[in-house]
């Protein structure tokens, strides 16, 4: 133990930081798989490496580190690995701008090293973050889903599932970005509104309405309701496309809503979802007249090669020629976005490789997971509910796992490599055996590359230790963290993969955060440049405080607006704390032998409150309300501990009384406990106080079990922190210096209280308890008049109506007459207009009197 001439005055948050994250060792957070501890594993997100970490992914890690650090102290074998979750467009768009090529421009193996190598630079630039947070990583649980360890697991997946027949591939409409090249998911849509043009125009002689004139190409049917009277017989007729002049039928469905426009509507291949509906009912044609580029294709006749901007400026420029175009009018509508680069979506008819949704399985075992907070389940439940397609998971990029197939040029047969060969890229590498339908030898490798979800959605069983086949050993995991954002992406495929491959359920909890939003209360973007970063935080306050801000920013799942207030307000706490602790270890220095038993009111009273605190830490902790257990630790520390208790027992440590070391006994448990419920929240800190505390690291020591009851003490404290408390406020009103000798006081409660001379030393005053009444004698010493009353009731007679009162004898103040007289008028007393003062004896003292509740204070004048 370090003597506290030896602890600085400030607490150099920095050094101190430094210090400890240099000190302490990475192999001390391995998940040991000998241990015969529970264990607990944690399927962590595995971040997309940009290169900044940024202030919501700190949120979430924050929550991540609290939880890892408390199980540990619980006595489990915690796994907290780290994942990178590296392929992907961004990547690709960042080496395409870096270098100025295209990704054409480099054999796709060449583009491949380019986007691993920036990958590689970024990773390290997020660790060096992450390690300055002091974030428990599990280091040797690192992955990352590019290099060939992870992303054989994730080509082993793709051929289980494919021969399970939950993967195939199918010519079907997909959402197709025309700017990244590639088809997206559903959950990778985004919809946004805006403010598009309906153009009404003549169709064959029946007006319809579109907002995607360029699409007339791609015009397979005109669609009516059934019930319409204005198109009564007309099912079944052929009309003539304007401009392109093909023909196409008149179908009806009750679907058309016969309201919007003329209530007839073209059907395009394919203009919206509805389209792809219809399409696929009235077994209609497909007329391709958009292409991966988003350009016109020949279909589109003299419109090909244009854009579909162009094209539609040239569409409409021809009705108008055509005198077709009858009128024009805005639209709002919501359209269909790629998450990545927000261009409008197509939907595309491609050959695409897709994973079927078994929506009951899924949900069957998402009820099997305990969801925190519990509301966040019915997200889940509506995106599975509304799920019309499969999962789309083929990509026309190149930085991705490549899918693991060959076509037979011969026979087309699809030819898979042993799982034994993984990982192989089909473009390069060739089946070893021939063809085994023809016999064959010369193959095309499949050219499309996975979603990079289908990497991430296996982490859960890379981290439990799958192989590759059969159920990994540690499966399933107990808990995975991740934001409210990727719901119906991470949290849906992962449960999908789990149960298709392994069959069951991945995690027994999964815990649902929230976002970080700007000061300004929005999203945190570049335009509205009200980012924050985590280093900036840092730096100015370091992490205990952004790790703090974190814990008591909100109630977990819902947003948090970032406020520097709150950082500010987190640092301070900590500069308190550390005074206190300064403090306290000044007092224990003086502190020889074993602990003494702790046997005074008020240091019982201190344990009690401890007691109830780490009941109170521990429930919230345990129900991950990281909010709720940064409140109970900074009201005991603040209130009860610096406040309440400290300034009452200040007296009795500065005495060289035999009491002291039932105080330095409660300090030292107290500032013990303490030490380890903040361990967790802000690590540095409570490293710091217990190296100098106990000469041991507090992160190997276990959450404190501590429990101490005392009814009495607590009900005796109470009264006692109580009284000092009213007594100081007493001494302030009267505009005494805190410490000035207040003479002597009597404290009258119902039950015997024995303090220790605490009230008298804290109060400067002669201070004994009684648990009897004071005799206390009333005498009236003036008089109270309410002019309120006085004022607009008597007027003129006012004054002299205060004179008669003043001359009045006291007991006709305490019991007013109903009227009094003045010279020889008569005047009645109004009621309230006065009361009289009182003042009381004890034994002939004058004294002062307090009454808190059941407890009667008497403080006597003359001392
Ligand atoms: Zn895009
Ligand atoms: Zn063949």
Known sequence: MSPSHQLPKNYDIEEVERRWQSTWRDEDNYFNPDSQKPRFIIDTPPPYPTGNFHIGNALNWCYIDFIARYKRMRGFNVMFPQGWDCHGLPTEVKVEETYGITKNDVPREKFREMCRDLTIGNIEKMRTTMRRLGFSTDWSHEYITMLPEYYKKTQASFLQMLKAGDIYQSEHPVNFCTRCETAIAFAEVNYVPRTTTLNYFDFDGIEIATTRPELLAACVAVAVHPDDERYHGMKGRRLAVPIFEHEVPVIEDVAVDPGFGSGAVMICTFGDKTDVY????????????????????????????????????????????????????????????????????????????????????????????????????????????????????????????????????????????????????????????PCPRCGGSDFIGEKDVLDTWMDSSISVLHVTGWDGSGKPPLFPAQIRPQGHDIIRTWAFYTILRAKALVGGHPWDEILVNGMVLGEDGFKMSKSRSNIIAPEEIVGQYGADALRQWGAGGAAIGSDIMFNWNDVVAASRFQTKLWNIFRFVMGHLDKETGEPAPVTELIDRWLLVRLSETVAEVTAAMEGYQFDRALKAIREFAWNTLADDYVEIVKGRLYADDSSRASA?????????????????????????????????????????????????????????????????????????????????????????????????????????????????????????????????????????????????????LKNPPAIVTIGDEEIPVPPGSFTPKVAYRVAGEEVDVLTLGDVIVTIGHSS
């Not at 790629?338 to 490789?353: A, G, H």
């Not at 796992?401 to 699809?414: L, N, S, Y």
């Not at 190296?691 to 992160?699: D, G, T």
Request: aromatic share 8%.
């Open 278 to 433: 219809w399409w696929k009912q009235h077994h209609l044609d497909l007329r391709k007249a958009i292409d991966r580029q988003g350009v016109m294709t020949a279909a589109a006749g003299p419109y090909a090669g244009m854009s579909s901007e162009a094209c539609r400026k040239a569409i409409l420029h021809d009705m108008e020629e055509a005198g077709i175009l009858k009128r024009q009018e805005e639209l709002e509508q919501r359209v269909g976005t790629c998450w990545r680069c927000k261009t409008p979506i197509e939907i595309l008819s491609e050959r695409q490789w897709f994973v079927r949704v078994h929506r009951d399985d899924i949900l069957d075992a998402a009820k099997k997971i305990s969801w925190t907070p519990e509301h966040m389940f019915s997200r889940m439940e509506n995106w599975a509910n509304s799920m019309e397609w499969d999962w789309c998971i083929s990509r026309q990029r190149i930085f991705a796992t490549p899918i693991p197939v060959w076509f037979c040029t011969t026979c087309g047969e699809v030819v898979l490599p042993a799982e034994a060969d993984l990982p192989i890229d089909p473009t390069v590498d060739k089946p070893r055996v």
């Open 664 to 812: 330095c006994s409660a300090l030292r448990t107290t500032m013990d406990v303490l030490c380890r419920l903040l361990a967790p929240i802000i690590p540095h800190f409570a490293e710091e106080c217990y190296h100098n505390l106990a000469a041991r690291s507090v992160h190997t020591e276990t959450w404190p079990d501590f429990a101490y009851a005392d009814d009495e003490a607590r009900r005796h404290g109470d009264l006692l922190v109580k009284t000092v408390a009213e007594l100081r406020r007493y001494k302030h009103d009267k505009g005494m210096a805190l410490n000035a000798p207040l003479g002597h006081v009597m404290i009258y409660a119902s039950e015997p209280v024995d303090d220790a001379g605490d009230a008298g030393r804290a109060l400067a005053a002669d201070a004994r308890w009684s648990a009897g009444t004071p005799r206390l004698e009333e005498v009236v010493s003036g008089v109270n008049f309410n002019m309120a009353i006085i004022g607009p009731t008597l007027r003129k007679q006012a004054r002299g109506f205060m004179e008669a009162v003043q001359a009045l004898p006291p007991e006709l």
